[in-house]
């Protein structure tokens, strides 16, 4: 069976400190691998997306990038991190050309 | 207009109501319609998936779409404290991610 992997499930930054945020997929191969941000009373905003290796589509410009540095792994990070950078991160997968995308526990990150 | 739209709430419901949550679009491409359920400070799961207009039912949940009125809904009977969370459309069109809406955060009192 698949499952997917993200940490920290909480972290507490300082304003201006790096941000690297790791989420592994197991059980398939060749995912599309997804990185959501939620904050309150905004529902889910989609903010980078990887059909595969090294090819990542960003859907906000912003304070943040994204990595696919192996097949199965998607990174999330940021040089310096803002107080708006603050929310709950979710990292998601789906099958290549399928509708369902089956999501991570979450990171909750607070910049103060 | 957002592509997608829904009621953030909260609603607030009696244990043994029938709950009804929607949401609108606007992108008629829209061709699969899925609902999915987060408790907090968890990820979102899949609760139910419908290809095009028409009903699906599962046990006490049942998803509607009217691709006449770009309307979805979720019908929850009966409803338990334990289906207290947020329920978040979402849509597909085969060309780009699944566009979400922003949730509805129900709380079913005991």
């Known amino acids: 069976s698949q499952t997917i992997h993200q940490w920290p499930a909480t972290l507490v930054q300082p304003v201006g400190s790096p941000l690297s945020l790791e989420c592994t997929v197991e059980g398939t191969s060749n995912p599309n691998l997804y990185w959501y941000r939620q904050a309150a009373g905004r529902g889910l905003q989609l903010l980078f997306y990887s059909v595969g290796i090294g090819q990542i589509s960003s859907e906000v410009p912003q304070n943040l990038s994204a990595s696919r540095p192996q097949d199965r792994q998607f990174i999330l990070s940021s040089k310096k991190l803002l107080l708006s950078d603050s929310g709950f991160y979710l990292c998601?997968?789906?099958?290549?050309?399928?509708?369902?995308?089956?999501f991570g526990q979450g990171t909750r990150l607070t910049v103060v | 207009q957002k592509e997608v739209e829904q009621d953030p709430g909260p609603l607030s419901v009696p244990e043994g109501a029938i709950v009804s949550l929607n949401c609108t679009y606007s992108?008629?491409?829209?061709?699969?319609f899925m609902w999915y359920r987060q408790y907090s400070r968890k990820g979102p799961e899949l609760l139910m998936y419908?290809?095009?207009?028409g009903n699906k039912e599962d046990g006490r949940f049942t998803a509607q779409v009217d691709k006449s009125s770009k309307y979805i809904s979720l019908f929850i009977r009966d409803s338990q404290p334990s289906d207290s969370a947020t329920y978040l459309c979402?849509?597909?069109?085969?060309?780009?991610?699944?566009?979400f809406g922003k949730g509805t955060r129900l709380s079913v009192i005991a």
């Open positions: 419908t290809y095009s207009s």
């Open positions: 979402a849509l597909y069109s085969g060309n780009t991610p699944l566009v």
């Open positions: 992108n008629s491409a829209f061709q699969y």
């Open positions: 998601a997968w789906s099958r290549q050309a399928d509708t369902e995308a089956f």
